[in-house]
């Protein structure tokens, strides 16, 4: 009832007599309220930008034309189609348009903008909830295991292992800011930390421990009957609002991109005949060109090569510094998040983005106030491990 035969979920019934070997668990509040746990083997998508570069970078294997940093600033409707205005964002000025049929808004927590560049008075679609997480460093004996439970308000929390390190979330709270300046606020990592040491109290979780911590929206539906948003995947045809032709799709998680994009192709095939032979879209993960001749990155992952962030940036549409270390190679989710190897990974790859010295130095500054703004890092402070080893 889990899940399918095809994929092991390892799942085993611990009784209260077993607790005592489990990481994690033996630390859990009223133990002797435990009838038992149920333990099962869960599968993470570790690093969703890389999954979504993949798609775009197959998406253009396959025929389509990415543009980065372009914005939809207008939406006008001519006879049969649709006549879209694009902004590019980094080179002032300079536009382009697109006529299309059908237009598919998969702009996430940005439907609603991109539907006012169409008409006013468009019906609300989005009722974002925002999900603050703090990440710590657990004891070695914890790798590999989580938690997944009830908080104190009926909403899931999770203790979750990721990247040798574990994330402590969600928060759950309406959000109404700028989708652009999504970021965890200090009450939230409190109230995650009062969370964390709730379940387990053994911790004692001190905001010291944080070594950073991370927000985002979720692109829930709007609808009266589910205040906090619908999640639900839904696509709404916006024939009513006046919008014939385009289709906007709220609820939609990374992790069920794989039957988003079916649905979706299924229902453009519908009204417009296909013009090409379908081709199948390819699911494997993208790695660089195996360099031995080139040294790696940082000194304590050897399989980040300077060479990967050359290729990165010259076949991967990357722009600045924080598309290059979180987009591209991963950096940004490593334990320092790339704040002290900034400038080196910078000048490594400034010939090949066309970066000065002015432009290179400007871009380490941005990067390193991107981390200490929407991850809240603190740079040069040593953060503890979480120390358990008195209990």
């Known amino acids: 009832r889990l899940g399918p035969a095809s994929v092991p979920l390892d799942y085993r019934y611990i009784r209260p007599s077993e607790i005592d070997a489990v990481p994690l668990a033996r630390w859990l509040r009223d133990r002797e309220r435990l009838l038992g746990l149920a333990m099962f083997r869960e599968y993470q998508f570790d690093w969703p930008e890389r999954i979504i570069m993949d798609t775009i970078l197959d998406a253009e294997r396959l025929g389509a034309v990415a543009r980065n940093y372009t914005r939809v600033t207008g939406l006008k409707?001519?006879?049969?189609?649709?006549?879209?205005?694009?902004?590019?964002?980094?080179?002032?000025?300079?536009?382009?348009?697109?006529?299309?049929?059908?237009?598919?808004?998969?702009?996430?927590?940005?439907?609603?903008?991109?539907?006012?560049?169409?008409?006013?008075?468009?019906?609300?679609?989005?009722?974002?909830?925002?999900?603050?997480?703090?990440?710590?460093?657990?004891?070695?004996?914890?790798?590999?295991?989580?938690?997944?439970?009830i908080n104190r308000v009926g909403e899931p929390f999770y203790c979750v292992p990721w990247r040798g390190l574990h994330y402590f979330g969600p928060t759950e709270t309406l959000y109404e800011g700028d989708p652009d300046d999504v970021r965890p606020l200090d009450d939230e990592i409190d109230w995650l930390i009062e969370e964390a040491n709730h379940m387990l109290p053994a911790l004692g979780l001190r905001r010291e421990h944080v070594l950073f911590s991370w927000a985002g929206v979720r692109p829930l539906g709007a609808d009266p009957d589910f205040p906090k948003g619908k999640r639900s995947r839904e696509v709404h045809d916006l024939t009513a609002d006046g919008m014939p032709g385009v289709y906007a799709m709220t609820g939609g998680p990374i992790m069920t991109h794989r039957s988003a994009g079916p649905e979706l192709t299924a229902l453009v095939a519908s009204k417009i005949a296909p013009s090409r032979a379908p081709q199948p879209p390819s699911y494997v993960a993208r790695t660089f060109p195996d360099n031995q001749n080139s040294p790696p990155l940082m000194s304590e992952d050897a399989t980040i090569k300077l060479s990967d962030l050359t290729f990165a940036a010259r076949h991967e549409h990357v722009v600045n510094l924080v598309d290059l270390m979180f987009r591209r190679v991963g950096v940004g989710w490593s334990v320092g998040m790339g704040y002290d190897i900034a400038?080196?990974?910078?000048?490594?790859?400034?010939?090949?983005?066309?970066?000065?010295?002015?432009?290179?130095?400007?871009?380490?500054?941005?990067?390193?106030?991107h981390l200490e703004h929407f991850y809240r890092f603190r740079p040069k402070v040593d953060v503890p491990s979480v120390d358990v080893t008195a209990i």
């Open 77 to 149: 409707r001519e006879g049969e189609r649709w006549i879209l205005t694009l902004m590019d964002q980094l080179d002032a000025g300079a536009s382009a348009t697109v006529s299309a049929r059908i237009v598919l808004n998969m702009a996430g927590i940005w439907i609603d903008q991109v539907n006012a560049a169409a008409a006013t008075g468009v019906r609300r679609r989005i009722n974002g909830t925002k999900g603050a997480h703090i990440v710590v460093r657990l004891p070695p004996e914890c790798a590999d295991h989580g938690i997944a439970t």
């Open 343 to 369: 400038e080196k990974a910078a000048e490594a790859v400034a010939k090949e983005l066309g970066w000065d010295a002015k432009r290179t130095a400007e871009e380490v500054l941005n990067y390193r106030s």
